[in-house]
């Protein structure tokens, strides 16, 4: 199926936008059926250029239409061949994506702004705007795509409020408000005093020795009737709903008891990463309650590795960065998580007390087909190797990504290609199997096999 155009004929403008490109103009209520018909994930990306309506004031409306015309048409030239496309409001378009992948749909989404971000030509002069972005993905754990409109709405909004010109995810803390969510916050705090919640394990790969590096922690909970709940959505609903300590010190707890156990009875020392989230890292008791679990559990602290988002860095600065040099102070290593590159300047980098960064997953997933990114990620690995961090590059799903961020200079690499997520048991097994292979097989996750998968 070819990319698909809708015009909402209520939409208030001045001229028509018709026929784009090699759309082809459905029925103004098309893209609400094919989402609520859609049996298949989603992700909905809603987008506009920043002082249109003040361009059309001053320019005209048929430059103004111009415009318009010409983004439809690069967002038609430049979508995902199973796209649909709709305009929805006066100056808002809506792009449907066929992905389930986060990571994955930002790619995509981020792509597509720098393709509609270009300046337009009007009148034979160049007339430059910033944009606004906003995108939401089904819930298949929620309610499925029944509210992926309003989600998509809530984030484009988040974005017009920032005006920094950055795409905006859907998050569960702008629909905390809503039933379904609140359910899921219930039967969350139930897991977790029930002890439903496990621990999975990814591994990471050193493109050096060609050894696991390390291993990720990645909570698990399979619901009773809603199936596998994403990391990030556990995550995020104990941050919003006042679970986030409790989850913390549950994981960590899980993590040093884990660890004790690979040393004991197989020999093996693996550092081991453990994310935290927003509450946790601005928590001022944080510190003490990480030693104390430390050494309660016998283990070194050098074995610990907490990793912080670069968007928590960023927006919360001076409240981070205390916490992360008590951490380090203690001899516990952090890890600066999801870097585009976006949000902190390499001055902040270097006044940040971590030994590793690792790329944000949506620049790795478009790294093979867009010169940007590409660029992006060189400049990173070139950034870190001046301030003397190691670069990891998350998200690697294919051996031409494994092969060109080897190239580019990353240090390690971790995602589905190296391995899909451990029970801890099996840890030891992988690393000690990976070990025995060269460091470019097919896939380091097929010639390995221990234990039944887990997704």
Known sequence: MGVQVMIDASAPRGSVVTCVSRATVLDSSTLEQVISCSHRDRALLLVALDGLSAFGAIAGQAACDDVLLELGDRMCRNAPSSSHIARIDSYVFAMLLDSS????????????????????????????FTLSGGIALSQPWGDGNAGLMDRARTAFWRSLERSDGDLVSFDIGMDAGSPHIISLADDLRDALCLGELSLTYQPVLDLVSGEILSVEVVPKWMHALKGAVPADVIRSIADRFGMAIALGDLVLADVCSQIGHWRRERGLQCKTLVQLSDNQVCDPRLVDRVLTTVADSGIDSSEITFGVNEATVFSRWKSVLPTIRDLTTAGVACTLNGYSGRLLTPARLQALPVDELRIDKSLIHSIMRNRYDMALVDGIVAISDALGLRVVADGVDTHEQQTLLAELGCNAVQGFFIG???????????????????LFPTRLSDSVTVGAPIY
């Not at 749909?105 to 160049?126: H, K, M, S």
């Open 420 to 438: 899909r997520r451990l029970a801890g048991r099996d840890v030891p097994d992988f690393v000690e199997a990976a070990r025995r292979l060269p």
């Open 101 to 128: 992948d986060e990571a994955h749909a930002r790619a995509e989404a981020r792509a597509i702004l720098r393709w509609i971000g270009a300046p337009y030509r009007v009148g034979g002069r160049q007339a430059h």
